[in-house]
């Protein structure tokens, strides 16, 4: 007899994978030679483990549909062909709306705009962004191991931004995430070591070690409030 907690999986959620990989054809996980749609594959499946429905996962492919494939327009896409929930998912998990991606604003404002918009981010978005950022912190740790410091220059920001902001996320998302246990289990996954997993932000900081973590922090912070002056001042 079916589990009646299953989720109710539809043809929707084939219809949204196949748009993500239109958009992604071409893409690959930061520097890696594996395509970005395995990302997105996890980031689903972490999120259908932890009492995810289907529009999250829905959402979870298309997160970054909008900010890499063509703004607005796409974000009016999805809303007329997967509803005004999943749209309003992927628009809060966006850090542009721009149609060319080169346009976008700088790193620090997008991201800074993107974590304080997490202390109000509703259960759905807190899911999409809390299982998205697992995903990455597994990566960058199973990276960091296999190359060593020669995995941050993936990233814009090298080292230092790449754990401001996956700490400052992680310090937020647990309290935004739905009380039932399988989410909280998702923010403790997140944020704190489980079991001896070597898959999260706590993780992520351990793999880079103490000292080095610590000098990146505050010299993060001290970049972080440079920029919020400067967005205060403008």
């Given at each position: ?26 893409d690959?996980?930061?520097?890696t ?6 990302h997105?594959l ?10 995810g ?18 703004g607005?327009?796409?974000l ?5 062909e997967?509803?005004e ?18 346009a976008?604003l ?19 978005v807190?899911?999409?962004?809390a299982?998205?950022k ?14 060593g410091?020669?995995?941050?220059e ?12 996956h ?11 739905p009380?039932?246990?399988r989410?909280?289990r ?5 944020t ?25 922090w ?5 970049e972080e ?10």
């Amino acid at each position: 007899m079916a589990n009646s907690a299953v989720p109710d999986l539809s043809p929707r959620l084939t219809a949204a994978f196949d748009m993500a990989r239109r958009v992604h054809s071409e893409d690959s996980i930061k520097g890696t030679d594996v395509p970005y749609l395995v990302h997105l594959l996890d980031v689903a499946s972490i999120l259908l483990r932890h009492s995810g429905d289907e529009d999250q996962a829905i959402a979870a492919f298309l997160q970054d549909v909008v900010e890499d494939g063509g703004g607005e327009p796409m974000l009016a896409e999805i809303r007329d062909e997967f509803g005004e929930r999943v749209g309003d998912i992927v628009l809060s998990c966006s850090d542009s709306l721009e149609v060319d991606p080169t346009a976008k604003l700088p790193w620090w404002t997008r991201k800074i705009a993107y974590i304080d918009h997490l202390h109000v981010a509703t259960h759905d978005v807190a899911m999409v962004s809390a299982a998205d950022k697992l995903s990455n912190a597994r990566s960058i740790v199973a990276d960091f191991e296999a190359h060593g410091d020669a995995v941050w220059e993936n990233f814009k920001t090298g080292r230092m931004g790449t754990l401001w902001y996956h700490r400052r996320i992680a310090d937020i998302l647990p309290s935004r995430l739905p009380d039932a246990d399988r989410p909280q289990r998702l923010g403790t996954t997140l944020t704190c070591t489980v079991h001896g997993a070597r898959c999260t932000v706590h993780e992520l900081v351990e793999a880079v070690g103490a000292s080095a973590a610590a000098s990146d922090w505050h010299d993060a912070v001290a970049e972080e409030t440079t920029h919020r002056a400067a967005l205060a001042d403008s």
